[in-house]
């Protein structure tokens, strides 16, 4: 079974630039999330879709945070513009919509801004 | 939201012990509470669920106990070897499917 997909891997930018990540799930799981993980930290919650729908995008800073999930399946997040606070991996996860069988992480996308 | 407590020290262990992470909740008790590993570099991985209605679960030389009196989790990691070498998260469910992640607890296995 082919994992959650991301990329870039890496990626360094400049403050007040614009950088966006693309996601692509497995196959048949109907909730993809966005999360942000602060080195040290455990990973954040930004944004939830069910399907194309936005479930929760509470803690999403809509100000400079936009997310995206075209016809229910790949996803990409951008930011712009992009702040040194932001520096962080960026992951993604899907799970199937009765979420007890776990997620699935893709390996993240490292973000460095400088 | 929770607030999630899991040692923030690291866990060195010699191998063949029992490595033992705690993870302590302090408000609602979740419907479901997971453990995940992460590997550095690497998104984490599922390793375990546990309901609340459930007292102890296992799989192959994990087990994983939910305590909703005292609102903790227990991970048991039995034999440990080097390749359990990783950061250890639990994760607790927040309703609609998100799951709010702890800090994780860094194990160091070593021969």
């Known amino acids: 079974e082919a994992g959650v997909a991301q990329s870039p891997r890496y990626k360094i930018i400049e403050k007040r630039q614009s950088v966006a990540f693309w996601c692509n799930p497995i196959s048949g799981h109907a909730t993809l999330y966005w999360y942000q993980q602060i080195l040290g930290q455990g990973p954040k919650l930004l944004i939830q879709?069910?399907?194309?729908?936005?479930?929760?995008d509470s803690q999403l800073p809509k100000d400079r945070f936009s997310a995206e999930r075209l016809k229910g399946v790949d996803s990409t997040l951008k930011i712009q513009p992009a702040k040194l606070e932001d520096s962080a991996v960026y992951l993604c996860?899907?799970?199937?919509?009765?979420?007890?069988?776990?997620?699935?992480f893709g390996s993240g996308t490292r973000l460095t801004v400088v | 939201s929770q607030k999630i407590e899991q040692n923030s020290e690291a866990l060195n262990i010699q191998e063949g012990k029992t490595a033992t992470l705690t993870c302590n909740y302090t408000n609602y008790s979740p419907a479901y509470l997971q453990w995940y590993r992460q590997d550095p570099g690497r998104g984490p991985v599922f390793l375990l669920l546990?309901?609340?209605?459930?007292k102890e679960k296992r799989k192959e030389r994990l087990k994983v106990t939910f305590d909703t009196t005292l609102k903790q989790s227990l991970f048991h990691i039995t034999a440990s070897q080097p390749a359990d070498s990783a950061t250890y998260l639990c994760a607790l469910d927040m309703g609609w499917g998100k799951f709010q992640f702890g800090a994780g607890t860094q194990v160091v296995v070593t021969p």
């Open positions: 879709f069910q399907n194309n729908g936005v479930v929760d």
């Open positions: 546990i309901r609340e209605n459930e």
């Open positions: 996860a899907s799970s199937f919509a009765d979420h007890v069988s776990g997620y699935t």
